[in-house]
Nanobody, 124 residues
């Protein structure tokens, strides 16, 4: 059974940093793309970043480019999202999602598997 589990969220002051993790298990193949999305209360889900299975290609939303960094671990079973220079408007539940595909898409409907989300709260 495919599972994605996010971790690393929490409360941080504006200007601070967090490192989010997405642990994947049960994937039928290592060839899959992983993306990060976020959703604040009363808003639509927002694309943040995506990375291919080998970690050689990435894509970022304009709103976070230069502040957030997506990466994969050496074993490819984990994907990380480094959040730097955090702002209050970054407060949201952050989700990772995966799909067996080679193209990096920004559309949430194209991702088959989702984690439960991890809360990021930025104060001040």
């Amino acid at each position: 059974q495919v599972q994605l589990v996010e971790s690393g969220g929490g409360l941080v002051q504006a200007g601070g940093s967090l490192r989010l993790s997405c642990a994947a298990s049960g994937m039928p193949s290592s060839v899959y793309a992983v993306a990060w999305f976020r959703q604040a209360p009363g808003t639509e889900r927002e694309f943040l970043a995506t990375i291919n299975w080998s970690g050689t290609a990435v894509k970022y939303a304009d709103s976070v480019k230069g502040r957030f960094t997506i990466s994969r671990g050496n074993g490819k079973e984990s994907v990380y999202l480094q959040l730097n220079s955090l702002k209050s408007e970054d407060t949201a539940v952050y989700y990772c999602a995966a799909a067996r595909m080679n193209i990096l898409y920004e559309v949430d409907l194209l991702y088959d598997y989702w984690g439960q989300g991890t809360q990021v709260t930025v104060s001040s």
